[in-house]
């Protein structure tokens, strides 16, 4: 049997970071290839470049055997190539049947007045629903929707050009188990028709359930290419996570303190799903999970950002009650966002703007500011965090994503928190600014500040940690200690699989 898609030798980098380091598969007519590997190992970055979005920097793509450039996405889909990707692009303002002919209305346009006939588009978006079982309202305001209906929005687009082959990256993550079934289906359907799937997920059953052949990757390199069938799930966790720590994380705490700080049955009505646990003093705690299981919605619901509906919130004893970020800046609760640019930092202020601004109300009387005291405060952090600029006065969008990252933490420590919570502390960055965060990390812990982190780098959960919570769909599933934070129990916790072996026996 021949390919219909051969990737050889792909090779990406972004400033920093090489995404992807000589990838190299095929993928078969009739059959569904699975891309695995840990967060950042470069899978996404592989069906970018396959589907136009990004263009390699070296290496081929094939199809049908004839080598191929895409410059644009609509060159892919021109060969035969969809793509439903991680990140929504609905239109949420559109309709649902304007959102699935997005880029393809001239199907419909009227010859005689150039017009695009909205009939026929609504009806030929609810024929291609019919087509694979899926009812839809053609009329309805497509952001109006539930999340897991605009994913299948998606899908509908990648569908109505006919693909000979699709790639799904993360499909199932905002999917029911009733709406995971339907795509099932859909796939089972486009597979009898001779079709070719590339599919991503973090949910090992679904690796099982809709692959047949697998390649894995590690830190943007290939672990290996399988037939599923001859692989079992610690086989592909040990591929994925199989490497050795390195000596760049400092001594970590024998003994831990009082308990600092405590969540009981915390839920959002949405994600979260009745969150407990405790902070000690003197402890770093570390938070696994896959992409997109309620970290983030944790962290953000105990910094004020988000609202709880039910549960408790307990610092040094007392129960605490807030509903804004003010208020618990006001506690002794600081955030540091994954997104440094977008949440954390204003790239057109200067480094010293950027570290005040957190604590600015210390500083402020009246409404006037201690300015001497503010420029003791900004001299403080810069040497503090060893941020390399040539001044203060520097806007901080011109500095390394490093020494930005050390600006956004700065801030936050400027308002001496009690509390520090840290969502991706080190992504983007290089390794020297990563051990001076790690030391940081551990510092703060051993002063008494409250540090609870997230990280999708199991090596840096794993070195950083005294003691791991796993998440999965919004509820924690695992709690490990001592010789338990390793990569194998971490990775079974973030996929739940205890759990579902737990199902699986009764």
């Known amino acids: 049997m021949k390919p219909v898609l051969e990737v050889r030798d792909l090779d990406k980098s972004f400033v920093g970071v090489h995404a992807c380091d000589h990838v190299s598969f095929k993928c078969y007519p009739g059959r569904v290839h699975v891309l695995q590997g840990e967060n950042g190992a470069g899978k996404s970055t592989v069906l970018k470049m396959i589907s136009g979005l990004y263009h390699p920097d070296s290496g081929q793509i094939l199809v049908n055997g004839e080598p191929v450039k895409f410059e644009h996405p609509l060159d892919a889909r021109r060969k035969g190539i969809a793509m439903v990707y991680q990140e929504m692009t609905i239109f949420p303002e559109l309709t649902v049947a304007q959102n699935i002919y997005i880029n393809r209305e001239n199907e419909h346009f ?137 000596n760049i994380f400092p001594p970590k705490q024998d003994a831990t303190g009082e308990e600092i700080f405590r969540v009981e049955n915390l839920s959002d009505g949405k994600i979260l799903n009745s969150i407990s646990l405790t902070l000690h003093k003197g ?54 966002p994954e997104d440094r640019k977008g949440k954390g930092l204003c790239l057109t202020l200067s480094v010293g703007e950027n570290i005040a601004m957190g604590s600015l109300p210390r500083r402020s009387r009246f409404g006037f500011i201690n300015l001497r005291s503010e420029n003791q405060v900004i001299s403080k952090y810069v040497r503090a965090m060893n941020i390399k600029t040539p001044s203060a006065a520097q806007l901080v969008g011109n500095l390394s994503g490093g020494n930005q990252q050390k600006v956004s933490i700065g801030k936050n420590l400027a308002d001496e928190p009690v509390l520090l919570l840290l969502n991706e502390p080190t992504r983007g960055i290089d390794v020297e600014a990563k051990q001076e965060i790690y030391k940081l990390i551990r510092e703060l812990a051993d002063q008494g500040v409250g540090v609870i982190v997230y990280t999708s780098d199991m090596m840096e959960v794993i070195g950083i940690s005294d003691r791991v919570l796993t998440m999965y769909e919004g509820r924690l599933t695992g709690e490990y200690t001592g010789d338990m934070i390793n990569e194998v129990s971490i990775m079974q916790g973030a996929m739940d699989l205890n759990h579902q072996a737990v199902k699986g026996e009764q």
Do not use: C, W
């Open 283 to 336: 402890e770093v705690l570390g938070i696994s999970a896959l992409d997109g299981q309620g970290q983030t919605q944790l962290l953000e619901t105990i910094a004020g950002v988000r609202k709880h509906t039910r549960g408790k919130i307990i610092l040094k004893g007392k129960e605490i009650r807030y509903n804004s970020v003010r208020g618990a800046h006001a506690l002794g609760i600081d955030y540091v």
């Open 110 to 246: 009227r010859k005689r007045t150039n017009l695009i006939d909205e009939v026929e588009m609504i009806n030929s978006a609810v024929t291609l629903a019919a087509r694979y079982g899926i009812s839809i309202d053609p009329y309805a305001r497509a952001g109006d929707l539930p999340i897991a209906q605009q994913q299948i929005i998606e899908i509908l687009k990648a569908l109505a050009s006919e693909p000979d082959i699709l790639i799904l990256d993360e499909p199932t993550a905002t999917l029911t188990t009733t709406e995971v079934s339907k795509l099932y289906e859909i796939v089972q359907e486009l597979l009898r028709k001779n079709k070719a799937i590339l599919f991503i997920s973090h949910r090992m059953g679904e690796v099982f359930q809709f692959g047949d052949d697998i390649t894995i990757m590690k830190d943007g390199q290939m672990a290996g290419s399988y037939e599923i069938k001859d692989l079992k799930e610690n086989d592909i966790i040990r591929l994925m996570v199989g490497r050795e720590l390195q």
